[in-house]
T-cell receptor, first 117, second 118 residues
Framework: AQKVTQAQTEISVVEKEDVTLDCVYE???????LFWYKQPPSGELVFLIR??????QNEISGRYSWNFQKSTSSFNFTITASQVVDSAVYFC??????????????FGTGTRLQVML | DARVTQTPRHKVTEMGQEVTMRCQPI?????VFWYRQTMMQGLELLAY????????DSGMPKDRFSAEMPDATLATLKIQPSEPRDSAVYFC????????????????FGPGTRLLVL
């Protein structure tokens, strides 16, 4: 069975600090996909990144970066120079092909990030 | 800027009433998902469709919930009769045609329907 663990329930930082959100996953499949979504206070879920299990290159997009390490089954998310607008709940999610022909997502419980002035 | 749309955005109803939530997937997307989000359970998959055919609804209480796709531009989720424990945010998500048998495409979420059953 697949599982996603986000051990950090809530993180508070002061603006301009760097912050890393942890994500650890479990799957028996060798082919799988990992995702990060952002849920701001307005409530919608916003897609941030998708990464497949064969691509372990780290990715950077502006102030966001992602570190994928298969050896530790982790897909961590770092925000550099955090801003108040980054305040949201961030979800890590996993989809593997054991679940059938469609892309079922298993979500972690989310990490609430609060960025203060 | 293509988006998934959901109606209504908010719904307050009384126990026992029928509730219908609607979703318009992104044009061209062939996979539609229904999720429920609660504080206790987090995000749970209720059902999903591919090319309008239901593939899995094992996450849905069968006795009161039903999901359909009357056409490619409309997905519905109905609760009849509704109960207070159904209070949650219901999200619809859609995804494009997978690029291959071993490829999982990204799901794009709508804004959700916030349901309160009194």
């Amino acid at each position: 069975a697949q599982k996603v663990t986000q051990a950090q329930t809530e993180i508070s930082v002061v603006e301009k600090e760097d912050v890393t959100l942890d994500c650890v996953y479990e799957t028996r499949d060798t082919t799988y996909y990992l995702f990060w979504y952002k849920q701001p206070p307005s409530g919608e879920l916003v897609f941030l990144i998708r990464r497949n299990s064969f691509d372990e290159q780290n990715e950077i997009s502006g102030r966001y970066s992602w570190n994928f390490q298969k050896s530790t089954s982790s897909f961590n998310f770092t925000i550099t120079a955090s801003q108040v607008v980054d305040s949201a709940v961030y979800f890590c999610a996993l989809s593997d092909l054991n679940t059938g022909t469609a892309s079922k997502l298993t979500f972690g419980t989310g990490t609430r990030l609060q960025v203060m002035l | 800027d293509a988006r998934v749309t959901q109606t209504p955005r908010h719904k307050v109803t009384e126990m026992g009433q029928e509730v219908t939530m609607r979703c318009q997937p992104i044009l061209g997307h062939n996979t539609v998902f229904w999720y429920r989000q609660t504080m206790m359970q987090g995000l749970e998959l209720l059902a999903y469709f591919r090319n309008r055919a239901p593939l899995d609804d094992s996450g849905m209480p069968k006795d009161r919930f039903s999901a359909e796709m009357p056409d490619a531009t409309l997905a519905t989720l109905k609760i009849q009769p509704s109960e207070p424990r159904d209070s949650a945010v219901y999200f619809c998500a859609s995804g494009p045609i997978a690029g291959g048998p071993k490829i999982v495409e990204t799901q794009y979420f709508g804004p959700g329907t916030r349901l309160l059953v009194l």
